[in-house]
């Protein structure tokens, strides 16, 4: 019996989807017999009578339709694919928090039929987590956004689908259900004095690299051999991060290396390749264990000489070439525990509250020199980071005196 040309699609069913066959492609509905499949379904046959050419067209009709046949977890899966490689491992984590949130819901939608009202869905599910902040579910709503706006530079996603999510208003402070963390604070130097001795040496001075020339974390712990420049100065080295958080806006970002950086980086130089970390977590075990065995009270057995010596050719199979945003954090929060178990109470304190070292440079020099200080581009950035504006205001409260005295003892009431 010849096949039917001219036959209207039927719905069919896999799994807990609704698809109708057209043209050797499945065009997705939605969920089985929900009212949103039963919709697309009826807008998909209502297009294809409008125009009868399309049951027979040797084409995708996903532009006639605006239907397609990609699904969301489909999509997030080809984004990942393709921009993992190119991102740090901190925005690998967010996008996949991101992305798991969005597939639990919708994973199984079409990414054309991917709303607004879905997306308000999906961000109030990260709400009622419970553990992300404000600020945090609103930039998760704008990576799933980004991640759209992606499939439309690869034609997989109608552009129509993110100019109607792009007008999804963030959520605003005080919205029910919502928090906001309290503004971080930076560390004083005496609670990082304090630390010191806990850490190992590599950590230890990468704290105080760090906390000397306001890095942000990212930057020290991606510091290699080849990126340190010895021949620009005489008195000075410079640090040259291959790439940084604002290249986009201030281009190449120099930072300068005094006398007390120098004396910390420089025995870390040693016997190491040019694209080597300097501070690296290998040395840092190393260091480990040169410690033990310097506190050790018994005798060496031959089974430990072997292997430190096994140890000497790869110091850990866990360990990695580069600290990252975790490890480093982790290190510091270690050596917190270890000095609170040895009776020194110290405060919890993390690696980006270094970084709000700028308020000590605007107190002594300035609000200006606290940006050149971070390498932001605005001063507005550096107010962030930099707390000593109330420090100078109540400063200037205390040394106010009244230029109009004079004239008020004239004007006061006789008793």
Not at 121 to 130: A, D, F, L, P
Not at 286 to 299: D, I, N
């Amino acid at each position: 019996m010849p096949k039917l040309q001219n036959r209207l699609p039927k719905k069919c069913r896999d799994r807990n989807q609704c698809f109708s066959w057209h043209n050797g492609k499945r065009i997705y509905h939605g969920v089985w017999a929900s009212p949103e499949a039963d919709a697309s379904y009826k807008r998909f046959i209502a297009t294809l009578l409008a125009n009868p050419t399309l049951l027979h067209a040797d084409r995708d009709v996903r532009a006639e339709t605006c239907e397609s046949d990609t699904l969301i977890a489909e999509l997030c899966d080809a984004f990942l694919q393709h921009r993992e490689p190119r991102l740090d491992k901190s925005h690998v984590l967010h996008f996949r928090r991101a992305i798991g949130f969005l597939v639990d819901m919708f994973g199984n939608v079409p990414v054309d039929e991917f709303s607004p009202k879905k997306l308000k869905i999906c961000r109030s599910q990260m709400v009622n987590v419970g553990t992300l902040c404000r600020k945090s579910v609103n930039d998760y709503v704008r990576r799933i956004i980004s991640i759209f706006a992606w499939g439309v530079e690869e034609e997989t996603v109608n552009p129509i689908v993110v100019h109607a999510l792009r007008e999804v208003r963030a959520l605003q402070k005080g919205e029910p259900g919502t928090f906001d963390n309290p503004p971080r604070q930076e560390v004083s130097d005496d609670v990082v004095k304090r630390t010191l001795p806990f850490m190992s040496p590599t950590v230890a001075a990468m704290t105080q690299v760090q906390r000397l020339t306001g890095m942000r974390p990212s930057e020290i712990y991606r510091m290699t051999v080849e990126d340190i420049d010895q021949t620009r100065d005489t008195d000075l080295w410079y640090y040259v991060p291959k790439s940084h958080k604002t290249e986009r806006f201030i281009g190449e970002k120099p930072i300068p290396l005094g006398k007390p950086e120098q004396e910390l980086i420089a025995p870390y130089l040693v016997g190491k390749k040019a694209s080597e970390a300097i501070f690296s977590p290998k040395t840092a075990i190393l260091e480990h264990f040169a410690a033990r065995r310097a506190s050790r009270k018994t005798k060496i057995q031959p089974s430990q000489l072997e292997r430190d010596r096994r140890n000497a050719s790869n110091p850990s199979g866990r360990a990695g070439d580069f600290y990252d945003s975790n490890s480093y954090r982790t290190a510091i929060s270690h050596a917190i525990q270890k000095g609170n178990r040895a009776g020194e109470l110290i405060p919890a304190w993390t690696p980006y509250m270094l970084r709000h070292a700028g308020t000590d440079a605007e107190k002594t020099s300035g609000l200006g020199r606290a940006q050149a200080l971070l390498g932001h581009k605005t001063a507005n950035v550096t107010k962030r980071y930099a707390h000593g504006q109330l420090a100078i205001a109540a400063q200037m409260a205390r040394e106010r005196k009244n230029p109009f005295a004079d004239a008020s003892e004239e004007c006061k009431p006789e008793v």
